[in-house]
């Protein structure tokens, strides 16, 4: 939807009409994924694909007749193989779609989105895709890290929305949320399809051993694009690590010095160091410690192994402000003993540590489950 976003500034900027189809839900072997969009012009020109071609045909009509009446609409593609044949679905997938006039008047926000997109400033836009009140139909609501503008229709169904799309805008992820007619979590009658458009947050993981193979499953799970680095290439190999999205061969501290000088490590970063060997994790956490704000830092070790590892740390010249940042030994304290168990370990801690949670079980605390301000008063049920 980025690209097609980007294709529909010039007649959003000239004040004109387009009809914009989005796939909000697929089933079974539907070709394309929650997201795909394309949108009519208002020339009547076609930009972007919904299905590689299967049913743009019958998209085609519908987003045209939709841009002249301006009522949005959500249609099913590909019910039974019979009728996907008959829109030409012959996958024999399943596809929702969501058919809306975008246009200035309708969607004044759109111009900050695609800036924010440009900025590469993560942002998502949460739309009602079905409300027993049409209008609320094509509603939309800009959500960024720091809250969110624009009206789904009540000031509750704008603080849940805002609330439960946060986490999907920090995994980078795209989703439809069910809520009660006036945002009620307990309920149904509107769905809300919320686009993310921040790219998957990082995870770094240093040490190429058995327990960051268990993490980069459980990180890529979460949502994280997960890098494993290690300056042993006998040990940092695409076998090894399945699960992250790329293993880098190079001596941790010059990588991740690499990594901030290229923009390419941002507020949303997490870094575990698990290589607990002082002749890489010192030079690396360093680095880390000294560089910009990143989510998380976290090192693996015992006791002694910390205490010696923050020793060597203050001789190298890191401030105490900058070792408060690090979370070292690394994780909660589940008792953990297996690679897996520690990877939940650490994944807790990290997930602690972004929404403000303590840690603690839940049956044990009086406060609201959710710490952030953008919870909404019934969240707890």
Known sequence: MRDVLNALRADWLAGGTAGLATVVRTFESAPRPAGASMFVTASGEVVGSVSGGCVEGAVY????????????????????????????????????????????????????????????RPVGVATVIEHPDEAWLGRHLVVRPDGSVGDLGSE?????????SQGLL???????????PDGERR??????????????????????????????????????????????????????FPSADEVVVAWPHRYLAEQFEKGLVDQRTVICVLTHDPKFDVPLLEVALHAGPVAYIGAMGSRRTHEDRLARLREAGVSETELSRLHSPIGLDLGSRTPEETAVS????????????????????????????????DHES
């Open 170 to 180: 920090a995994a980078g992820r795209n989703s439809v949320l069910t809520y009660g």
């Open 346 to 377: 650490i994944a807790a801690e990290i997930i602690a540590t972004q929404w403000g949670g303590s840690g603690d079980p839940l049956t044990l605390l009086g406060d609201r489950i959710h710490h952030d301000d953008q919870a909404a008063p």
């Open 187 to 240: 309920g149904e009658g509107m769905r809300v399809f919320f686009a993310s458009y921040a790219p998957r947050p990082r995870m770094l993981v240093f040490g190429a051993i058995d327990f960051a193979a268990a993490l980069a499953r459980l990180g890529s799970f979460l949502g994280f694009r997960v890098s494993v680095c290690d300056a042993r290439a006998v040990f940092a190999t695409p076998a090894r």
């Open 156 to 164: 509750r169904a704008n603080r849940a929305v805002s609330d439960d």
């Open 61 to 120: 009509e519908l987003a045209t007749q939709v841009k002249e009446d301006g009522r949005p609409v959500l249609v099913r593609y590909g019910i039974s193989d019979d009728d996907a044949f008959s829109v030409g679905l012959t996958c024999g997938g399943i596809l929702d779609v969501f058919v809306e006039p975008v246009s200035r008047n309708g969607f004044a926000e759109l111009g900050d989105v695609m800036d924010d997109i440009d900025a590469s």
